[in-house]
């Protein structure tokens, strides 16, 4: 085979994914797409668009809708799906993010998943300056007073939040939330700017801000925060603090297929 040859089945194979990608962007899980929505959506003509997705529907990635005669994702996409998600290592993925935030911010970095009413730390990168905090990486705390346990539980289904009070919000600091109402009205503040704030409420003299990350159901599967002595936390420096690691959480969202 020469390389014209490869050239033009390389071409044909990026043009077919483009047709495949146009389809999920139109919603082609949830409704039937037609063939001129196709052609109109990734610019090839509809000769072009036909022979693509008539080469998917062969390899099972695309269906025909029987009533309307549109195309759907098919189900073999589900089957490479699940291999990506059963090998995904989210400690390995996030791990350039968080250490890029660290960087900037020259403050302790942590990545935790949710464990019933507890955040476990999987990932952390001690800040370059001289400071000592208690969580480490295998450790667990609270949802209710830690910065990546209130980014979760802000974003949480209302009976992890239930699940939470019914455990009691024990103060761990003179800080510590422990009204319901206040608590409720914390996770919206949290939900409207985007970032948690541990305002000294889990650990003495420190102070947090936390971001969820999402997977790409659009759950909140973990969280990354930025730690660091309430003297260097000031109050003033926490919106730059929140848009940072907001933004980290999202860059890692994005590589689990969050697309919100």
Do not use: W
Request: charged share 25%; aromatic share 4%; with cysteine.
């Amino acid at each position: 085979m020469g390389e014209g040859e490869i050239k033009a089945i390389s071409q044909t194979l990026v043009n077919g994914l483009r047709v495949l990608e146009a389809l999920a962007d139109l919603g082609g899980g949830r409704r039937p797409v037609s063939l001129s929505e196709l052609a109109a959506a990734t610019g090839f003509d509809r000769s072009t668009t036909h022979r693509h997705i008539g080469a998917l529907r062969l390899l099972d990635y695309v269906t025909i809708d029987p009533t309307t005669g549109g195309y759907r994702l098919g189900f073999k996409l589900l089957y490479l799906a699940s291999h990506l998600l059963e090998n995904l290592d989210l400690r390995r993925l996030a791990r350039p993010h968080l250490q890029a935030l660290a960087d900037a911010t020259e403050e302790t970095v942590f990545l935790v998943q949710r464990k019933g009413i507890e955040v476990v730390y999987i990932d952390r990168i001690d800040s370059n300056k001289s400071v000592r905090l208690a969580s480490s990486i295998g450790g667990r705390n609270p949802l209710y007073c830690t910065g990546v346990g209130k980014a979760i539980l802000a974003y949480e289904e209302p009976e992890v939040f239930d699940q939470v009070v019914a455990a009691g919000l024990t103060p761990r600091t003179p800080n510590t939330i422990t009204d319901v109402v206040q608590l409720q009205a914390e996770m919206r503040v949290t939900r409207e700017r985007g970032y948690s704030i541990d305002n000294v409420e889990n650990e003495p003299e420190v102070r947090c801000v936390g971001a969820p990350v999402f997977d790409h159901l659009g759950h909140p599967i973990g969280a990354v925060s930025i730690a660091g002595p309430v003297t260097r936390m000031l109050p003033e420096r926490l919106p730059e603090l929140g848009k940072l690691v907001r933004s980290a959480a999202d860059g890692i969202s994005r590589q689990l297929g969050y697309r919100g």
